[in-house]
């Protein structure tokens, strides 16, 4: 069990350079490759998404009222309300329009040739089990205080695990708000 702090994670420009992700967690293989990475995105205006070309990404809401991500003829998906995860393929060319105001976005990219990821909300007000899934388990702590494994994460940190096993989330103080990333590798890795 890792716990990554806000002195760990990078801030780093877009692909496309029209604004910055603080990058919180980067899975790299040994070619150098990404494997997989979780981000924290602000988008201020309506415009282009980044492409990752041969990635899954999933995305979520955690600040603002929302935004909608035009896949052209792939459709529109909609990352709204709050916390509402939404999927798609890094090879489309989405253009997000933002609902209210500006946004900031949880990230979870995954390299296909790597494995498989999910992104899913999980708002604690009592402790609970979490299933064993998945290779790579990321617990980021939207707000509040999480106990996981014997380690503590405040607001704004995160946990990660290889290969979890059955544990249980607790809230320390309150409830507590997690973005939880999930990433499976295929049978070859």
């Avoid at 029209?18 to 790299?28: F, P, Q, S, V, W």
């Avoid at 929302?66 to 998906?77: N, R």
Wanted: glycine share 14%; with cysteine.
């Amino acid at each position: 069990m890792i716990l990554i702090t806000p002195a760990q994670f990078r801030d780093m420009p877009w692909k496309n350079g029209l604004g910055t992700t603080t990058e919180i967690y980067r899975a790299d293989g040994p070619d150098g490759e990404m494997n997989w990475r979780v981000s924290i995105a602000g988008v201020a205006s309506d415009g282009l998404f980044s492409t990752f070309p041969g990635c899954d990404r999933h995305i979520m809401t955690i600040e603002g009222a929302g935004i909608l991500l035009d896949g052209g003829p792939s459709g529109i998906l909609s990352a709204a309300p709050a916390f509402t995860p939404v999927g798609f393929s890094g090879d489309w060319h989405i253009s997000a329009r933002l609902l209210a105001g500006p946004v900031r976005d949880f990230n979870l990219i995954v390299n296909r040739d790597y494995g498989r990821g999910e992104l899913a909300h999980v708002h604690l007000t009592e402790p609970g089990t979490l299933a064993p899934a998945g290779n790579w388990l990321l617990l980021y702590v939207l707000s509040g205080q999480l106990l996981f494994a014997g380690r503590t994460a405040p607001e704004g940190h995160a946990l990660l695990t290889g290969h979890p096993e059955s544990a249980t989330l607790k809230p320390i103080g309150g409830p507590a708000r997690i973005a939880l990333c999930r990433v499976w590798a295929t049978a070859a890795q």
